[in-house]
Structure formats: structure tokens, C-alpha cells
């Protein structure tokens, strides 16, 4: 039963547009959608979010961006995710647990059993039934960020950022980082096959959509025959 799907990937992979896109694919079916994300799905989390990707907050330590990642995921899973579920409607969201495993543990050298004994807590044991990975090269992604502030359509950095690089705190690390969460997310989409769909997100916007509506149709079909 695929009702609840997750886009992970890194920085600049396009998630947030395709998650979009098949939220408006979903309904043109008729299907009731929640499109939510992390950080941020909350007011909690909206507060939390802006803490998390401020430029000028380079002194947060790891375990404190850990407990706030997973407070934030806490929140989200009780008041969003969760209710959500429970009514029937479809979750899409945009990122989940697999960014904290991504991120704070291939990323930042955190061990990945201990992070995912705490994402078992934020997340009430919730795993999403389906989780895309937009997979593409990190100077792609990076790249594609500073064109998207450049054309005005995403966020600016803070005018005081010594190495505009990307335009968040995450965006501003160095590549060998994004490589890590690269191959980290590559790693755990191999452990789970099932789970995963690995997509190349270097394909064009519609090419990228029209594989992962691909997929959900077959998921959707599958799901459809076995009643
Ligand atoms: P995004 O929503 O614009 O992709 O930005 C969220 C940033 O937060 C992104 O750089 C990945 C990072 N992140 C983590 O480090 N750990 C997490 O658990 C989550 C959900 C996001």
C-alpha cells in the first residue's frame, strides 16, 4: 500500500519541484494529497527550520542540529504526517528520516545504529512506504541553487556569507561533505531496494516527472490487482 511517499536527495536535486508535480498528478487522479516537508512542516518546525539553515548560525555543534532536526521531525510526524495517514490521505513529503541518516550521519560522522534509534523515536517507527532519491553529481546541484537565487527564485544568503557557495548553512559546506550525504544516500537506497527508487535528476524537468509518475502508477497498479 503506497500512502505515504518521501523525496530525498541533495541540495539543488530538484525534490521540492517534483514532489510538486506529482502532488498535481495525484489530484488530477482524484487522490487527496498532503504535501509536507522537513524541516519546516509545522509552526514548531517553521521556527526550527529558519534556525537550522541561518547563514550566520556556524556555532550550532552537530548533536545540537541532530536534536533539533529530530525535534522538528517529532512534531511534524504528531500533528501532520500521522493525522494525515489516519484520514486516508496521501503524504508526499519532502524529505524525511533517510536526511538525518544522510546529513548528520555519513555528513557530519554521527553513527548511523544511534541516529537510527532516535529516528525510530522522532518518527513514532512511521517509514514511508516509497522514498525517491534524485541522485545527481553535488557541483550540479550546487550550481543549480546559485542560478535559482540568482533568477530570484530561491531565498538569498545573508550579504555578510564569505564563501557564497550555496545559499543556506548546508549549502555552504564544503563539496567533500555533499560528496558524503551523496554516497550516503546511494548506500541506504541500495540497503533497501524495496523502499528506494533511485531517479537521475540530471534528466530535464519533465523527463524526471514522467519517471517517477512511472513508477507511482506502477506502485498504484500493483497495489490496485492484489485487492
Ligand atoms: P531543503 O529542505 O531546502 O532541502 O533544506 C533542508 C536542509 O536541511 C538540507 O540541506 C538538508 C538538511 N537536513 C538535515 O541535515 N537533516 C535532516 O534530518 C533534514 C530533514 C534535513
Known sequence: MIRFISFEGGDGSGKTTQLKLLESYLVSKGMACCCT?????????????????????????????????LADRAQHVQEVVSPALERGTMVLCDRFSDSTLAYQGFGRGIELDLLR???????????????????????????????????????????????????????????????????????????????FCVVDALGSIEQVHKEIKRIVDERLAAQHNAK
Open 37 to 69: 516537508r522537513e524541516p519546516g512542516g509545522t509552526t514548531l518546525g517553521r521556527m526550527l527550520r529558519k534556525v537550522l539553515l541561518e547563514v550566520d548560525q556556524k556555532e550550532i555543534s552537530s548533536p545540537a542540529e541532530l536534536f533539533l532536526y
Open 117 to 195: 534509534r532516535l529516528n525510530r523515536l522522532a518518527s513514532c517507527g512511521l517509514i514511508p512506504d516509497l522514498t525517491f532519491l534524485l541522485d545527481c553529481p553535488v557541483d550540479v546541484g550546487l550550481w543549480r541553487i546559485r542560478k535559482q537565487v540568482t533568477a530570484g527564485l530561491r531565498s538569498g544568503a545573508s550579504a555578510k556569507a564569505e564563501r557564497p557557495l550555496g545559499q543556506d548553512r548546508f549549502e555552504q559546506e564544503e563539496i567533500e561533505f555533499h560528496e558524503r550525504v551523496r554516497r550516503g544516500f546511494l548506500d541506504l537506497a541500495r540497503a533497501e531496494p524495496d523502499r
